[in-house]
């Protein structure tokens, strides 16, 4: 069981990233298309500046979760039970929990027909 949740905390972290590369893409392709058909349509700004002002937040999570995973590892005796893999792989878990939830708050859908842009 020592080098099941960092791999499954890995797959899971990459899968995050993976998925918020994707999003970025497709809302990118769909404002495109919605500037080539003259439809642009801009979300609330209020809603904008919002979710961006959040941003900072998201990043602090991070920094204070990986803090606290990494002492907590090298401070207990964490490493009896887990691997630096295991380590790693919660590490890249918190990455792309963040990196999703950034670009999903950056790079938002409102207003565009998403399901017809292609990547």
Same mark, same amino acid.
């Given at each position: %069981? ?8 890995? *797959? ?34 209020? *809603? ?5 002002? %959040?941003?900072? +937040?998201? *990043? +602090? ?11 907590? +590892?090298?401070?207990?005796k964490l490493h009896v039970y887990l691997s630096v893999l295991? *380590? ?17 708050? +950056? ?13």
């Open positions: %069981m020592r080098y099941y949740l960092g791999l499954m905390a890995l *797959l899971l972290g990459a899968w995050l990233i993976y998925s918020a590369i994707n999003h970025r893409k497709r809302v990118l392709a769909a404002r495109e298309q919605a500037a080539a058909n003259g439809t642009v349509s801009e979300p609330d700004p209020q *809603l904008t500046s919002m979710g961006i002002a %959040m941003m900072p +937040f998201y *990043l +602090f999570y991070a920094a204070f979760a990986s803090l606290l995973l990494i002492g907590g +590892f090298f401070l207990t295991d *380590l790693l792989g919660l590490l890249v878990l918190i990455g792309g929990y963040t990196a999703h939830i950034t670009v999903r708050t +950056f790079y938002t859908r409102i207003g565009l027909n998403i399901l017809k842009a292609k990547a």
